[in-house]
């Protein structure tokens, strides 16, 4: 059975940066899109970055494009979001997914074992 487990969150002043780190287990990746989800409070999910299996494809939202990179690292198993510069609006619950949609407009939704319990994410001001 597959599993997903994020890391990483925490407690951040505006301007500082935080590396999310999402570990796969169950299965090996290599072959999986990998993507990052976040939900603010009273808010829906929303899209934050996906990357392909193969690497060729990257999308990031608009509100955090130039502030964040989506790594993988095929060889552990293991999918990365460092995001800088962090704002107010950025705190949330950070989900990772396993094949997402690839860009932000993608309907699909996977289903809920693909899916990380999430790590929050606090910027303070």
């Known amino acids: 059975q597959v599993q997903v487990a994020e890391s990483g969150g925490g407690l951040v002043q505006a301007g500082g940066s935080l590396r999310l780190s999402c570990e796969v287990s169950?299965?090996?990746?290599?072959?999986?899109?990998m993507g990052w989800y976040r939900q603010a409070p009273g808010k829906k999910r929303e899209f934050v970055a996906a990357?392909?299996?193969?690497?060729?494809?990257?999308n990031y939202h608009g509100n955090v494009k130039g502030r964040s990179t989506i790594l993988r690292d095929n060889a552990k198993n293991t999918v990365y979001l460092q995001v800088n510069n962090l704002r107010p609006e950025d705190k949330a619950i950070y989900f990772c997914?396993?094949?997402?949609?690839?860009?932000?407009?993608?309907?699909?939704?996977?289903?809920?074992?693909?899916w990380g319990r999430g790590t929050t994410v606090t910027v303070s001001s």
């Open positions: 997914v396993m094949n997402p949609p690839l860009t932000p407009n993608g309907a699909y939704i996977p289903s809920d074992e693909l």
């Open positions: 990357m392909s299996w193969s690497g060729s494809i990257i």
């Open positions: 169950g299965r090996t990746f290599n072959r999986d899109d």
